[in-house]
């Protein structure tokens, strides 16, 4: 595949044709586009039904009992995901929410009972969280390249901010035909079709083993635990979620500077929205930038930065002009926001529980919402809403700066080992695993330089590592008769600890060499615990004794 060079930024095109090259890709993304707008689309249909029928209590009531359970839940979805194929666990939650936006279509139709919506409106917005950490955990099984993953998620970025338009706009369109009962069956209609672009997708197998079943709780224990001990995961799920917070209060802000402040009326919110959405498909264009950049945190605290100084100049001078104008680019800060974020805590999270920790994101996130819902009316309840502006920026700032230390340094331990990714890659007992497995092995990979003649491996002795051969040559022998000559992309030492023999061969350097070394453990457990890599493996290793024999 062709890739664009590190210090070069893709073209929008050129990441288009890296993400959609893959097939899979290209169904996921689509599916993701349906449902990021079905997911806007029946909030807002929701909320226009809880006005009609109880007003603006109604609205923060049925906001507050959608939100509370994902707090609480979502974790325990993350666990679902590792246990199962993330791509299974993405249509079953896609599934789910087809259905039981389904039957809150039926219950605004019909009006009776109305308690119905709320009872229905919890279980559809708990759905609607597996698709995230799903979503996240299975694009790195499909990926063939750390470049690949990137492209991706700057895709789904775009996807996102799309949504923002097409959601409103097609659920507006369907209030206005037939009110939230036909914009929630039409939303339910496209969710049911996005499911069905996931059939055949599973993903990978779990890595846990049938010995390891454990209760969801303990899983979402450890699950916690593990992000807990890995501090650029603990500081990126941390700074995700407080983001969230003005997001939260955000929302309902911009209703209350369009209507108090800038007098634009009720649909003025509904236009201050717009230009944020505005702002985050020109951050898109920003996130093209992005694609095989090695150090992504000082996109991530300047986009966060970004975001709040837009609103803390919103706030301070408050204009009509200046609030389409600011909040663009608060909604540009924020897209490249998300996307650095997700990248990063792809890299940074122990891929065996990836799908838990976006579902800990999630859980914070609505957390975070639930928060700034709550702060906002109290912020302008004391000194109006630009005040209540000028007070979420300098929040903002305070989240960031808390963090700003761990930030500046995450790359260090999130930093992509490119050039050691794609000599595994080139291996063919690697080349079947998925990209975050890859990544972790090139991780532990240990360089070895060695000058010509140098006795690298000898017959019978213990074998405690593989070796990968970056430069140079190497002549494999077996009782004193050469067997065959290696190179770079090619890797000698599998058979001693596949099959837990003593070496078979005796590896000597013809010229000098540049090898990397990887320890047993890592090695036998990445084999292991994905079946396409052990089945290459076995064949290898087959062939390897079969050219032994036959000395």
Same mark, same amino acid.
């Given at each position: 595949?062709?890739?664009?060079?590190?210090?070069?930024?893709? %073209?929008?095109?050129?990441?288009?044709?890296?993400? +959609?090259?893959?097939?899979?890709?290209?169904?996921?993304?689509?599916?993701?586009?349906?449902?990021?707008?079905?997911?806007?689309?029946?909030?807002?249909?929701?909320?226009?039904?809880?006005?009609?029928?109880?007003?603006?209590?109604?609205? /923060?009531?049925?906001?507050?009992?959608?939100?509370?359970?994902?707090? +609480?839940?979502?974790?325990?979805?993350?666990?679902?995901?590792?246990?199962?194929?993330?791509?299974?666990?993405?249509?079953?939650?896609?599934?789910?929410?087809?259905?039981?936006?389904?039957?809150?279509?039926?219950?605004?139709?019909?009006?009776?009972?109305?308690?119905?919506?709320?009872?229905?409106?919890?279980?559809?917005?708990?759905?609607?969280?597996?698709?995230?950490?799903?979503?996240?955990?299975?694009?790195?099984?499909?990926?063939?390249?750390?470049?690949?993953?990137?492209?991706?998620?700057?895709?789904?970025?775009?996807?996102?901010?799309? /949504?923002? +338009?097409?959601?409103?706009?097609?659920?507006?369109?369907?209030?206005?035909?037939?009110?939230?009962?036909?914009?929630?069956?039409?939303?339910?209609?496209?969710?049911?079709?996005?499911?069905?672009?996931?059939?055949?997708?599973?993903?990978?197998?779990?890595?846990?083993?049938?010995?390891?079943?454990?209760?969801l709780t303990a899983e979402v224990r450890a699950g916690v635990a593990t992000v807990w001990r890995e501090p650029a995961a603990r500081t990126l799920v941390?700074?995700?979620?407080?983001?969230?917070?003005?997001?939260?209060?955000?929302?309902?802000?911009?209703?209350?500077?369009?209507?108090?402040?800038?007098?634009?009326?009720?649909?003025?919110?509904?236009?201050?929205? /717009?230009?944020?959405?505005?702002?985050?498909?020109?951050?898109?264009?920003?996130?093209?930038?992005?694609?095989?950049?090695?150090?992504?945190?000082?996109?991530?605290?300047?986009?966060?930065?970004?975001?709040?100084?837009?609103?803390?100049?919103?706030?301070?001078?408050?204009?009509? &002009?200046?609030?389409?104008?600011?909040?663009?680019?608060?909604?540009?800060?924020?897209?490249?926001?998300?996307?650095?974020?997700?990248?990063?805590?792809?890299?940074?999270?122990?891929?065996?529980?990836?799908?838990?920790?976006?579902?800990?994101?999630? /859980?914070?996130?609505?957390?975070?919402?639930?928060?700034?819902?709550?702060?906002?009316?109290?912020?302008?309840?004391? %000194?109006?809403?630009?005040?209540?502006?000028?007070?979420?920026?300098?929040?903002?700032?305070?989240?960031?700066? &808390? =963090?700003?230390?761990?930030?500046?340094? &995450?790359?260090?331990?999130?930093?992509?080992?490119?050039?050691?990714?794609?000599?595994?890659?080139?291996?063919?007992?690697?080349?079947?695993?998925? =990209?975050?497995?890859?990544?972790?092995?090139?991780?532990?990979?240990v360089p070895v330089e060695a000058a010509a003649g140098t006795t690298l491996v000898t017959e019978g002795e213990p074998g405690d590592c593989f070796y990968?051969?970056?430069?140079?040559?190497?002549?494999?022998?077996?009782?004193?008769?050469?067997?065959?000559?290696?190179?770079?992309?090619?890797?000698?030492?599998?058979?001693?600890?596949?099959?837990?023999?003593?070496?078979?061969?005796?590896?000597?350097?013809?010229?000098?060499?540049?090898?990397?070394?990887?320890?047993?453990?890592?090695?036998?457990?990445?084999?292991?615990?994905? =079946?396409?890599?052990?089945?290459?493996?076995?064949?290898?290793?087959?062939?390897?004794?079969?050219?032994?024999?036959?000395?």
């Amino acid at each position: 595949m062709e890739a664009s060079s590190p210090d070069r930024p893709a %073209s929008k095109a050129g990441v288009f044709v890296t993400a +959609f090259r893959n097939r899979s890709l290209l169904r996921i993304e689509i599916a993701w586009l349906v449902f990021s707008g079905a997911e806007w689309g029946v909030w807002l249909a929701l909320n226009v039904w809880a006005y009609i029928n109880g007003g603006a209590a109604a609205v /923060s009531l049925i906001v507050l009992v959608q939100l509370v359970p994902c707090i +609480f839940f979502s974790p325990y979805v993350g666990a679902v995901t590792d246990r199962a194929r993330a791509g299974r666990v993405l249509f079953i939650g896609l599934l789910v929410i087809g259905v039981t936006m389904g039957g809150l279509a039926v219950a605004m139709a019909y009006g009776t009972p109305r308690a119905l919506v709320f009872v229905l409106a919890p279980v559809m917005n708990l759905a609607l969280s597996i698709p995230r950490p799903a979503q996240a955990a299975l694009l790195p099984s499909v990926v063939r390249s750390p470049l690949e993953l990137t492209a991706a998620n700057v895709v789904t970025g775009w996807m996102e901010n799309a /949504s923002v +338009f097409l959601g409103p706009v097609l659920t507006g369109v369907l209030l206005g035909l037939g009110g939230p009962a036909l914009a929630a069956g039409v939303l339910a209609a496209c969710t049911l079709a996005a499911a069905f672009l996931m059939i055949g997708i599973s993903g990978p197998r779990s890595l846990k083993g049938p010995g390891e079943a454990v209760s969801l709780t303990a899983e979402v224990r450890a699950g916690v635990a593990t992000v807990w001990r890995e501090p650029a995961a603990r500081t990126l799920v941390g700074v995700m979620g407080s983001q969230y917070i003005v997001m939260g209060a955000l929302d309902i802000l911009c209703v209350v500077l369009a209507i108090t402040t800038l007098d634009m009326g009720q649909s003025g919110a509904g236009y201050l929205d /717009s230009a944020f959405g505005v702002g985050g498909l020109l951050g898109a264009a920003v996130t093209v930038t992005l694609v095989a950049r090695r150090r992504l945190a000082p996109a991530l605290i300047a986009a966060a930065l970004t975001t709040a100084a837009a609103l803390l100049v919103l706030g301070v001078f408050p204009t009509v &002009i200046g609030a389409f104008v600011l909040l663009g680019v608060a909604g540009l800060g924020r897209d490249v926001f998300d996307v650095t974020s997700r990248i990063l805590l792809q890299r940074a999270a122990p891929s065996q529980v990836l799908g838990q920790v976006f579902a800990l994101v999630e /859980s914070l996130m609505a957390a975070g919402l639930a928060i700034g819902a709550i702060l906002a009316p109290l912020l302008v309840g004391l %000194s109006g809403a630009p005040a209540a502006l000028v007070g979420t920026a300098l929040l903002s700032v305070v989240l960031v700066a &808390i =963090a700003w230390r761990r930030l500046h340094t &995450i790359d260090d331990s999130a930093d992509v080992p490119q050039v050691e990714i794609q000599l595994l890659r080139a291996i063919p007992i690697f080349s079947p695993l998925p =990209a975050p497995a890859l990544e972790g092995l090139a991780r532990a990979l240990v360089p070895v330089e060695a000058a010509a003649g140098t006795t690298l491996v000898t017959e019978g002795e213990p074998g405690d590592c593989f070796y990968a051969i970056a430069d140079g040559r190497v002549r494999v022998s077996k009782g004193g008769r050469e067997v065959a000559t290696l190179g770079r992309g090619q890797g000698f030492g599998e058979i001693a600890l596949i099959q837990d023999v003593p070496r078979t061969a005796t590896v000597v350097a013809l010229t000098d060499v540049s090898l990397y070394s990887l320890e047993k453990e890592p090695f036998v457990l990445a084999l292991t615990g994905h =079946a396409p890599a052990a089945r290459a493996a076995d064949d290898l290793v087959a062939q390897r004794l079969a050219e032994l024999e036959s000395i």
